[in-house]
């Protein structure tokens, strides 16, 4: 059997589980450790406590690992086992593991058990090449994943600056295997289809001029996402194909007051925050805007977002420190990737793109390229392809 061995339930990730249930090649669980989005848990960076309102484990097999109490995802040594990983694996007759990300100190553990007893290893991180770093930390952390890397069969990449990372820190190419990111596109195109005739109710409800451009802000409000450098571009452009741009943030964090007073203090600024959206709103912001803009930092290692309002046709735009710029960005076009920080550029963007958006068959063929059953493929034939016991 293969553990599949991940934080908390995501809502990302569901999709990609229920796509490899259905298709049934291969024996798997996903094991969570922490019930983190299902239960009502407190998250920092949105500054409250929450669930999601979809269900997140139906369609697939799972359990909850027995975890010490008081466990915490804001720190690598936050999640201790009950048990030790050589008897949890033993118990459950695994033969290979598939650990999402290195993020807590439990799933080295889980890398080292498994080795130890030659059960495959895979890993799946988001980490990319994209964003400079101290030389120092450069060094630890090649000198630190050298050590997990060492125990890891097989990496499935999540995309292009993330293969880059891969092969930069010595994994042969033999050793990869493609795992896009993804979201599940056709729920995110049926949802926009029937959505998009309830588009002037959504623009209403969010206070959105009938002749405005609306422009889209979706996420925690938080530094590295950089929400400030769409207001600063939005001064510089504050019309749009000759219509006046309306500024959407929709999502909540230690940022939200700064950007509600900006709007607010700037007469040629019109915009607003919505506050925390939960997943079954998301869509209506999505039917509500013109492009969506993602202006994060070197600290966003992918952008499902842009995924999600790819698949909804919405065009977007994302600066090049994001993971996803160069495979769903950069093929739209110059326009729809901007160097980070250079508010100059994203504002010449917004007009580009205003001016000439992407067709919605262009995006809808190449977000489809980013689909679950691409993932569920590439792993049905890793564990073909595996040692016998």
Avoid at 126 to 147: I, N, Q, T
Avoid at 153 to 176: C, M, P, Q, T, W
Avoid at 303 to 328: F, H, K, Q, W, Y
């Amino acid at each position: 059997m293969l553990a599949i061995i991940t934080s908390h339930p995501i809502q990302y990730q569901a999709p990609l589980w229920r796509a490899l249930a259905r298709d049934g090649r291969v024996p798997f669980e996903v094991w969570f450790l922490t019930p983190h989005a299902v239960l009502p848990a407190y998250d920092p960076e949105f500054g409250k406590s929450f669930a999601w309102d979809v269900d997140l484990l139906e369609g697939y097999p799972h359990r909850f690992l027995d975890v010490q109490p008081n466990w915490r995802l804001d720190s690598f040594g936050g999640i201790r086992m009950q048990r030790d990983w050589a008897t949890e694996l033993r118990v459950h007759g695994v033969t290979s593991i598939w650990l999402e990300g290195w993020r807590f100190s439990t799933l080295w553990k889980a890398a080292a058990s498994a080795h130890h007893a030659g059960i495959q290893v895979w890993l799946r991180g988001e980490s990319h090449d994209l964003g400079p770093e101290a030389w120092s930390r450069r060094l630890w952390k090649r000198f630190a994943l050298g050590w997990l890397f060492r125990r890891v069969d097989h990496f499935l990449s999540i995309g292009s600056a993330n293969h880059r990372f891969y092969l930069n820190h010595g994994v042969a190419e033999s050793k990869l295997a493609d795992a896009p990111y993804c979201v599940d596109n056709e729920h995110f195109a049926r949802i926009a289809a029937d959505l998009r005739q309830r588009r002037e109710e959504f623009r209403h409800r969010w206070s959105i001029a009938d002749e405005a451009y609306c422009v889209l802000f979706c996420g925690k409000l938080i530094s590295k996402k950089r929400p400030l450098d769409l207001l600063a571009a939005a001064q510089l452009s504050p019309e749009l194909a000759g219509r006046p741009v309306h500024l959407l943030f929709a999502g909540d964090g230690e940022l939200a007051r700064q950007v509600r007073e900006a709007l607010i203090a700037t007469p040629t600024l019109h915009g607003n925050v919505t506050g925390f959206l939960n997943q079954t709103e998301i869509p209506t912001v999505f039917a509500a805007a013109d492009c969506l803009v993602l202006p994060s930092d070197y600290g966003e290692t992918w952008g499902l977002v842009v995924n999600e309002a790819l698949a909804s046709g919405l065009p977007v735009i994302v600066s090049d420190r994001c993971g996803c710029a160069t495979d769903l960005a950069a093929p739209l076009g110059k326009a729809h990737v901007f160097p980070c920080g250079d508010v100059r550029a994203l504002a010449d963007s917004l007009q580009r793109v205003a001016h000439h958006p992407p067709s919605p068959d262009v995006m809808r063929v190449l977000v489809e390229k980013y689909n679950p059953l691409r993932t569920v493929e590439n792993v049905a034939i890793l564990w073909s392809h595996r040692p016998s016991s």
